[in-house]
């Protein structure tokens, strides 16, 4: 499979193959020549002497300060040089993987007026898996990421640290060596190129919209198995109540819940009994789970537009035609971003209220989840944790790009904080994992009080993969080693793909997926 850089089909799915080592990316001819022919019609202004920011002026507050020809080379370096100021830990492999492959793909569109050796360059380092040390704080979300970018790009010109394959940091001088290379010199404005743009916030976007649609399966998943557990109705989730109310996320939820459930033999053993309603943990899983999944979808939408876009300054049409504007501004994914944030953080708060209510001793269900209570603590502290990464959540649903704090001397007197928002929302999808962990071994503990009554046959083989993660609780054990066992479940995405291939349950919801 070829996926081809600065093409107009490039997806979500093909940065995330990249970025993943599951593919190669390449340039085609077509867009090699593109590439070549906007670097041109930057050399041609650097031979006229025409002012454009950025190609022979300072950055920022000094854009009035004309730089000579003789030392444009100059200005580029000391750009990254004097940009990459982040603090903090290392960001992830994946998510510096996902700002090389979206930023080489930025900059094959041929408005950036950057080398196509340049380019080949990061192209070189991503395919021999050199990861750029780069800081996760630092980035106010315009003019661009410029200090994770700084970061990302010191390595061309022979500065900073690396990882190569996985393996310790080292000194990018001693990592070219290794391979017999050297630094490159950078060209007119291909510094300004390179740091310039939104990729630090777009990797954080493209990541967490496969860790949530991920997430989302699996909270449908295990909230059937505590609506079986607590022998709740599955009328809330018929086709025609959400018809006349048609938000595509509940229709989704209520279909796939439907489907989970189908030919459950402990569904159909209370059928008739004279509980009228449940609470809104169960009843209302299309409505909570389906918000979600819109959310979801708009940052999706917003995301796909953003990865095919270019977003540094200024772009170059040509030799007498440049446009110095805005579109390194984060604000359309910081929104978006922080939207998502608590639209996750909603898929915690619901399921610690599905698990409080398997341990109240309520619905034919012993007390703590444990036969013989008073000796046993059984199964009351996990909701603590719950509660308590629900309540962490809430404090980061506070909007980062709500906030703006003026920066370089006034000249960027609006920042998005944008990557903020990208830092938070993982932070939160890492705790809403947790969630749902202690959700499904609450679930499938209750389930087991059902017996011999059996769910549906999905929900069955889901119990049974649990079981052969950790078994049944029959008295008080280190419980911290069973939340961490299904932590690390939920985290393969093992569940999904179990449901997936036994029975296609999301049929005619393909927007609601990465394809």
Excluded at 75 to 81: R, T, V
Excluded at 332 to 360: H, K, T, V, W
Excluded at 423 to 435: F, G, S, T
Aim: charged letters at 20%; a negative charge.
């Amino acid at each position: 499979m070829q996926i081809s850089y600065g093409d107009s089909k490039f997806s979500i799915s093909d940065a995330i193959a990249i970025a993943s080592k599951q593919y190669r990316g390449t340039i085609s001819t077509d867009i090699k020549s593109r590439i070549s022919k906007s670097s041109s019609h930057v050399q041609d202004i650097v031979a006229s002497g025409k002012i454009v920011y950025g190609v022979n002026t300072g950055f920022g507050p000094l854009c009035d300060t004309r730089i000579s020809s003789k030392e444009t080379a100059k200005l580029q370096s000391n750009l990254l040089l004097s940009h990459a100021v982040g603090v903090g830990k290392p960001l992830d492999a994946f998510l510096v993987r996902l700002m090389m492959v979206t930023k080489i793909h930025a900059l094959a569109k041929g408005y950036s007026g950057i080398r196509l050796s340049t380019i080949e360059r990061i192209m070189w380092f991503l395919d021999n898996d050199i990861i750029p040390f780069v800081p996760e704080k630092g980035s106010v979300g315009a003019s661009g990421d410029l200090a994770p970018l700084a970061h990302l790009f010191l390595p061309l010109i022979g500065h900073g640290k690396v990882s190569v394959n996985g393996g310790e940091w080292i000194s990018t001088k001693d990592a070219l060596n290794k391979f017999g290379m050297n630094p490159i010199e950078l060209g007119p404005k291909e510094g300004l190129a390179l740091i310039n743009g939104t990729q630090f916030i777009l990797a954080h976007s493209i990541s967490a919209l496969k860790r949530w649609m991920n997430i989302l399966e699996l909270a449908d998943v295990v909230g059937a198995i505590s609506l079986e557990a607590l022998k709740g109705s599955a009328a809330p989730f018929d086709k025609r109540l959400h018809e006349i109310r048609p938000f595509k996320g509940n229709q989704l939820v209520a279909q796939r819940l439907r489907n989970l459930l189908y030919d459950s033999e402990v569904l159909k053993s209370h059928v008739d009994c004279d509980r009228v309603q449940d609470p809104y943990s169960l009843r209302c899983m299309p409505q909570v789970h389906g918000a979600s999944r819109n959310a979801w979808l708009h940052l999706k939408e917003l995301t796909e537009i953003e990865l095919n876009s270019v977003t540094d300054n200024p772009i170059i049409l040509s030799s007498d035609e440049t446009i110095s504007g805005g579109n390194f501004h984060g604000q359309s994914l910081a929104l978006a971003l922080d939207y998502a944030a608590f639209a996750a953080a909603e898929l915690g708060n619901i399921s610690d209220r599905r698990c409080y209510l398997m341990i109240e001793g309520r619905y034919e269900l012993p007390k703590l989840l444990i036969p013989n209570a008073g000796l046993n603590s059984g199964l009351m502290i996990p909701q603590y944790t719950t509660a308590a990464l629900v309540t962490e959540n809430k404090t980061m649903c506070w909007p980062a790009s709500a906030d703006s704090v003026p920066t370089s001397l006034g000249q960027e007197d609006h920042v998005s904080m944008g990557s903020i928002s990208g830092r938070k929302l993982h932070q939160i999808l890492d705790n809403v994992e947790y969630i749902l962990a202690i959700e499904l071994l609450y679930a499938t503990q209750a389930l087991d009080f059902r017996r011999p009554l059996k769910s549906s046959e999905l929900i069955e083989q889901v119990h049974e993969l649990v079981r052969n993660h950790v078994s049944l609780i029959t008295e008080d054990r280190l419980f911290a080693d069973d939340i961490q066992i299904l932590h690390e479940l939920v985290r393969s995405n093992e569940i999904n793909e179990l449901i997936s291939k036994n029975k296609p349950i999301n049929d005619g919801f393909e927007e609601f997926y990465l394809s």
